[in-house]
């Protein structure tokens, strides 16, 4: 095992170098730099000139990269040029509301996963089935920011049920239920279309289940369906299900950028779209690198989990 | 089964009523955040004004005009500058300074300063802080737009504590312009403003916290040399998109949005449908123009640029994009500028045999780009009218759009290969301000590569005279209108008259020159609206 941890780490630390590089290229080939978007529209060359000098970016790339990445190296994440705070602080504000929202997005999406799918399963009528599986297609298939758009409306504007947008005034943790309803159009928003592909794998899970041998027999000698379902169906169908529930999490932090942009909740969508606009490259860096270290951390994870469970990965390339 | 089934529904039924009772005792976030839509009465002291800005606070570019309209309404509220410029003349009214006097030759001014000013913590404000203030004006990180009048400032004298002399290169017509945009800042703790972490000034309110990307608080300056403002607190809740803030003032989250945080089109809605109040900027204008880089060979020739001033329909630009919010124009003063001549605004307007008829003796003009900033929608929709417009005369215009980094990149740089879309302010202050200080105008260089002995001329004479509105100054504009019909380096379409909204509940709400808000005065007719 030792050996296959030397041989995988290399390539991990290799993969992320190789990232940090290109990150840090591809920003300084987006048209538009930093020292434009600082001096505003009535300055003059000279400014442009002389900002550019205050931030370093007059010398060559390579020196600029090396002290950045120095700096990445130490924690040292460095200053936004555009907000003048700790890009550390910054970055750790976005992560904790984008996590926030995405939790309740995936608690909704669980209770709405299940609720869905568990009723069509245990009622298996016709019109129930086919209600559900409409109302699945539409909520796949509805684009976030038309389903966003449409609650603003109807729950903030219209009924005047709950905030149309941002955040609790006084802090997240100040009142929970106030929180709460600030949460609760973002996480339906994004949590929706997750909710109802992870009622579809469910429900094909569980029907699939419903075809073994066990839970037929137990339905024949008269147990009833939703017995059945509950009781064994329910927790063999899981693990798959929680499987492809990884996943949608995935896409649920992705999704959150957008969300977070429509409801003006600032997490980590929000500063990376300022970031870009702004051209401010040291917080853009850090933020994808941020992604790519997260996405390279789980690969690495989950190599070591299978190599440790599959002696056959662990001892390939040893020889 | 009965007794199960029972059970069940018992259960049921508590959870039910648990939440019932339990969700009826909570507070209503919309109900916590919601005034009343109409009111008024007299004044009456508390409460929290919540405004609405796009964009968050920028250290980096915090004495910049424009560039964010969150860093101008703390400037505004937190800190004082010597004087404020009268909204209908340009005449200076006192504030920190009390009392002023021009030497005959307009190479000196002396300002008496008041004796009961204190910064925000505790410290006496003297004549030094006037020195300090002015050095880190022009020493940044910013790029603020006064910088050629405050590097004109050759001496300070500082020996009195309650008075200060500044010495000048040349006389400098638009000094009042500097003393009424430069704020009185604490030198001490500058690192601290310039990191985003202190802001201390002697103004109304004093900073109370930022959380960057969402809000900022300030609260009342209990010892304001003023009198201390009604408001306990103002908090800037920051929006990246007018339609969020507009929805957001519309549901009670917001009780006034800044200009720029409205589009035209929701500014009137909320005023005209929904009983908001309209706050007008009269004196605050700024102007929309078609810019034109004479260096592009197809825009060289003088008379391209005149059939292109006869083919933009203004009117329709001004009625149907700015809902009437402005008026065309073909030289950039504002109704309330000294510089303005109503007279010299007829001489483009819609003529499409007139654009014909010059161009049918020059040779066909080939396909022009037409940059236009992506941000808002405003500048999208006059393009498309300039590009019909130009159509109509036989000029192809090609649209391409920019996103507002590489748009003031190409302009600072020079870079737009043909025309232009862009508003520029400028001209609501003294009138050689717009030549020295906007770029699209500047003589030395500007994004038009327009270079011209006489214009540079013009524009050092009206920035050397030491009156602004002397016989003197108002030749030296009429100079300047002269060279900008003729030469054409900028076509302007109209002026533009900012308006902000707020609610009904919202009483006295202050601005200024540079759009930004003062709330010194400003009351809420509930103020207990909230917990």
């Given amino acids: ?319 | 089964m009965f007794r199960h089934q029972f059970a069940r529904t018992l259960w049921a039924l508590l959870l039910a009523l648990i939440a019932v009772v339990g969700l009826s005792s909570c507070r209503s976030a919309v109900d916590a955040q919601q005034g009343p839509v109409t009111g008024s009465g007299p004044v009456v002291r508390g409460g929290e004004l919540r405004v609405g800005v796009l964009g968050d606070l920028s250290p980096a570019k915090f004495l910049q005009i424009g560039t964010g309209g969150l860093n101008g309404h703390i400037v505004a509220n937190v800190y004082d500058t010597l004087i404020t410029l009268d909204h209908a003349s340009l005449t200076p009214r006192p504030s920190l300074a009390t009392g002023w006097t021009l030497a005959p030759d307009g190479l000196s001014l002396a300002l008496n300063l008041r004796r009961d000013v204190t910064f925000h913590d505790g410290r006496e404000f003297t004549s030094s802080d006037v020195q300090q203030s002015l050095l880190a004006y022009l020493a940044g990180p910013w790029k603020p737009q006064f910088k050629r009048t405050a590097a004109a400032i050759t001496r300070y004298d500082v020996t009195d504590p309650h008075r200060v002399v500044l010495s000048f290169a040349h006389p400098v017509g638009n000094i009042f312009d500097l003393l009424d945009s430069a704020p009185i800042i604490d030198a001490k703790t500058l690192d601290g403003l310039k990191a985003g972490r202190t802001f201390n000034g002697t103004g109304p309110f004093e900073f109370a916290s930022w959380t960057p990307n969402a809000r900022v608080t300030l609260v009342r300056n209990n010892n304001y040399w003023g009198g201390s403002p009604a408001l306990d607190k103002v908090t800037f809740v920051e929006g990246n998109d007018p339609k969020s803030l507009y929805t957001r003032l519309r549901t009670g989250q917001l009780d006034v949005v800044d200009p720029i945080g409205l589009t035209s089109h929701d500014q009137k809605l909320a005023t005209s449908r929904y009983g908001f109040r309209d706050i007008e900027f009269t004196g605050a204008e700024s102007e929309v123009y078609v810019g034109v880089n004479v260096a592009n060979s197809a825009l060289a020739d003088r008379r391209v640029r005149q059939a292109i001033a006869f083919a933009v329909d203004r009117e329709r630009i001004m009625t149907d994009v700015y809902q009437g919010a402005g008026y065309p124009v073909n030289l950039p003063w504002p109704k309330t500028s000294p510089a303005y001549d109503a007279s010299a605004n007829h001489t483009f307007t819609r003529d499409v045999s007139k654009a014909k008829a010059i161009l049918a003796g020059l040779p066909p003009v080939p396909p022009i780009d037409l940059d236009y900033s992506s941000q808002g929608g405003t500048s999208r929709i006059v393009a498309e009218i300039v590009q019909s417009n130009l159509k109509d005369v036989g000029i192809t215009v090609d649209l391409v759009p920019n996103d507002p980094t590489v748009h003031s990149s190409k302009l600072i740089g020079g870079e737009f290969s043909g025309l232009w879309i862009l508003e520029h302010a400028f001209a609501q202050f003294t009138p050689s301000t717009l030549a020295v200080s906007a770029y699209p105008f500047n003589a030395a260089k500007n994004a038009s590569n327009f270079v011209d002995a006489d214009y540079a001329a013009a524009a050092d004479a009206a920035w050397k005279t030491a009156d602004p509105s002397s016989p003197e100054a108002i030749a030296a504009y009429r100079r300047l209108d002269a060279v900008w019909l003729k030469e054409l380096f900028l076509v302007e379409i109209g002026v533009v008259v900012q308006h902000a909204t707020a609610s009904p509940n919202v009483r006295d709400v202050g601005w200024d020159r540079r759009v930004q808000f003062h709330f010194a005065g400003t009351s809420l007719t509930n103020p207990d609206r909230r917990s």
């Fill in chain 1, 1 to 319: 095992m030792t050996g296959y941890l030397f041989r995988r780490i290399p390539t991990a630390v290799i993969v992320l170098f190789a990232a940090s590089l290109l990150i840090f290229a591809v920003l300084r080939l987006i048209p538009g730099g930093p020292e434009a978007a600082l001096a505003g529209s009535d300055a003059t060359p000279e400014d442009l000139a002389a900002i550019r000098h205050d931030l370093g970016l007059d010398r060559g790339f390579f020196v600029q990269y090396a002290a950045w990445i120095g700096s990445v190296l130490t924690l040292d994440f460095g200053t936004s040029y555009q907000v003048g705070g700790s890009i550390g602080d910054l970055v750790s504000f976005g992560l904790t509301n984008t996590l926030v929202l995405t939790s309740a997005a995936a608690v909704f999406a669980v209770a709405l996963g299940l609720a869905l799918s568990l009723a069509a399963t245990i009622r298996p009528s016709t019109w129930l089935n086919t209600l559900l599986t409409g109302v699945n297609a539409v909520a796949i298939a509805l684009p976030t920011f038309v389903v966003g758009i449409v609650l603003i409306f109807l729950f903030g504007v219209r009924w005047r049920l709950l905030p149309a947008g941002g955040t609790p005034p006084n802090g997240l943790t100040d009142d929970l239920w106030i929180t709460a309803q600030y949460l609760a159009l973002p996480a339906f928003t994004l949590g929706l279309p997750a909710g109802a592909m992870l009622a579809r794998f469910l429900t094909e899970a569980l029907q699939s289940e419903l075809t073994q041998p066990y839970a037929v027999t137990a339905i024949a000698t008269g147990a009833s369906r939703r017995d059945v379902v509950l009781k064994h169906a329910l927790r063999n169908a899981l693990p798959s299900t929680i499987t492809a529930f990884g996943l949608i999490v995935g896409a649920l932090l992705g999704g959150a950028v957008l969300v977070e942009s429509i409801f003006g909740w600032p997490g980590l969508g929000l500063l990376t779209e300022e970031g870009i606009s702004a051209r401010d490259y040291p917080l853009v860096q850090v933020l994808v690198l941020l992604s790519v270290t997260v996405f390279v951390l789980i690969q690495l994870a989950a190599d070591i989990v299978h190599a440790w469970l599959d002696p056959r990965i662990r001892l390939a390339g040893a020889a």
